[in-house]
């Protein structure tokens, strides 16, 4: 190039959009020797020739972006000035530029070198010849971190297969270890049996008879258990007999996540699947389930939630004048809802007005109503148990009595903690308290029970239940009362299970076992005890199918068991 090439019309820049420059080096190398042969040379020809007398660097642009790629003598360090060897930038003193040759340099670099040369030795190229290039960002290969990325990368995903693999052998260790804690249960249990059928070697001819009897019913009703879930943090649970599906409410994993629901398959070990549930709707207090794939639960947030079992959304959701504590659907109407508040309210509601409830219904106290069951009478109205702490009551949804009544015969009984109803009609109903909290100065003594059965031990404290009779279309008349261990902390759930011939069993998680105890109806003699949990029983729950399968669901904070009843 002549020395005059710096007369050359100076090139306009221009703004356009900026371009992506990705420099790539080629795999060979000039060798250290050569940039002292060449020492003479580059200072007569400037910069052009410290990349490489040979070497090529061009600049193409497609579709927006321009790659930079260096020739032969170009080196590997690019993209890097060929002057001073150190990494150009997109913009600033050093910026990445080019002469009118076409070799691209660092900006700082192109200039120091038009004063070192100064007039003796002028480059073929002048000041105004400097072309800035516009690069948004600069990427630079490099081959060691890119190796590095890869193995990282492989090792992580090693990693994961082998936690994946040891998680799966810790369920299978806990599952290996609850059938063992079952097996010797069962064992112990059968000694027991055993030995109370003998004191001193001989027969005692009483329990030999009501062992008797209770093998003949067993046949007649039988619990098999289907299938164990290892859940965690769970509370309450509903069940879907006809898509055998249930709902388990609980909080997320993290400390302040919000309570989530998760929905199970009753017959696939894999078939948990975790639903967010709307902000601000808190824990979930009771879970129905309710025809035609939905559900309805209220929680302590303030909301009655209709929930889609087929898409997994809350399609409704009520606002609460207090907590939700409860809920139920009703067996004649496949449109309305109840639910009982923390301050003692029932609430009627009909889906198909979605902007308030139907009634609003004072109760008795303003303790929070923990048990809601829809149920007809003999002349077919609308009736609806409910229990609060004062004890079981009956609520006409269908007249005009605006607040419930409490059942003949259940005052001052203790703490009422739970209510199970035979559906439909609820003509068996079974109350379960425990003693109240007595003062040191309270000189009221409580009400003596005579257990009907063996007075469990273990934790808990000792309450009872009471059988309830349907005498009239609207009364009923207190029956049997048994001992039981229950909750001093929670108010607890309970069944009544149909099994033929007009037969029922009473359910309970007994706080002694961790597990559920099973009685005969109306007698309440021990019918059996269920496979035990390590924790209490939080939930239990009984459901049957439109096409006759029936289900016992019994749920603790670590575990799920699900039962058919046959």
């Known amino acids: 190039m002549p020395s005059g090439s710096g007369s050359r019309r100076r090139r306009p820049r221009r703004a356009g959009p900026r371009l992506t420059v990705v420099l790539v080096s080629s795999s060979s190398s000039d060798e250290e020797g050569g940039e002292e042969e060449e020492e003479e040379e ?94 948004p960002e600069i990427a630079v290969p490099n081959n060691d971190l890119e190796t590095q990325v890869l193995l990282l990368r492989e090792k992580n995903e090693s990693l994961e297969k082998q936690q994946a693999k040891l998680l799966e052998e810790i369920k299978e260790h806990k599952r290996q270890i609850m059938l063992h804690q079952n097996v010797i249960y069962e064992s112990t249990s059968k000694k027991q049996k055993m030995t109370e059928l003998t004191s001193d070697g001989t027969p005692d001819a009483e329990p030999i008879a009501s062992l008797t009897e209770d093998i003949d019913h067993r046949n007649l009703c039988s619990f098999v258990l289907q299938n164990e879930f290892l859940v965690d943090g769970a509370r309450v649970m509903g069940i879907d007999a006809s898509s055998q599906v249930i709902l388990t409410s609980g909080r997320g994993p993290g400390v302040g996540a919000e309570h989530i629901l998760t929905k199970i398959s009753m017959f696939a070990r894999q078939g948990m699947q975790k639903i967010d549930l709307p902000p601000d709707t808190k824990a979930i207090r009771d879970i129905c389930i309710l025809p035609r794939g939905h559900a309805v639960f209220a929680s302590l947030g303030r909301k009655l939630s209709l929930f889609s079992m087929a898409t997994n959304n809350v ?37 198909r007005q979605t902007s308030a409830p139907l009634h609003c219904m004072m109760g008795l106290s303003t303790h929070p109503v923990h048990t809601i069951r829809s149920a007809v009478d003999g002349s077919g109205s609308r009736k609806v ?89 609207t009364s009923f008349a207190k029956d049997q009362t048994c001992s039981g261990n229950v909750s001093d902390l929670r108010m607890s759930k309970s069944a009544i299970i149909p099994c033929g011939g007009n037969q029922h069993l009473f359910a309970y998680g007994d706080e002694s076992l961790y597990g559920v105890r099973t009685w005969r109806l109306p007698s309440f003699q021990t019918y059996t005890d269920l496979r035990p949990h390590r924790q209490p029983i939080l939930d239990l729950r009984f459901a049957e199918s439109s096409t006759g399968e029936r289900y016992l669901g019994c749920l603790s904070a670590e575990k799920l068991q699900v039962f058919t009843v046959r």
């Open 315 to 351: 399609v409704l959701q009520y606002n609460l004048p207090a907590p939700g504590w409860s809920c139920s659907g009703d067996h004649t109407s496949s449109t309305h809802l109840y639910t009982g508040l923390q301050n003692g309210m029932l609430l009627v509601f009909d889906i």
């Open 42 to 135: 580059e200072e007569s020809e400037g910069p052009r020739r410290r990349g490489g007398g040979g070497g090529e660097a061009r600049v193409s642009a497609t579709e927006g972006k321009a790659v930079v790629s260096g020739g032969e003598a170009e080196g590997p360090n690019l993209p890097s000035c060929p002057i001073c060897m150190l990494a150009w930038t997109a913009d600033g003193a050093h910026r990445v530029s080019c002469i009118p040759c076409g070799h691209v340099y660092g900006r700082y670099c192109l200039e120091r070198w038009l004063l070192q040369c100064g007039k003796k030795k002028a480059p073929r190229y002048k000041e105004n010849n400097i072309i800035n290039l516009y690069v």
């Open 385 to 473: 148990f409910s229990a609060s702490s004062i004890g079981p009551c009956i609520w006409d949804v269908d007249g005009g009595e605006d607040r419930p009544n409490l059942l003949s015969g259940m005052e001052n009984q203790g703490v009422c903690i739970s209510l199970a109803c035979a559906p439909p009609s609820s003509d068996l109903l079974v109350a379960s308290y425990r003693p109240k909290v007595e003062l040191p100065d309270d000189s009221a003594t409580p009400q003596a029970i005579t257990p009907q059965s063996p007075a469990p031990t273990g934790s808990g404290k000792l309450g009872h239940h009471t059988l309830l009779r349907r005498a009239a279309t």
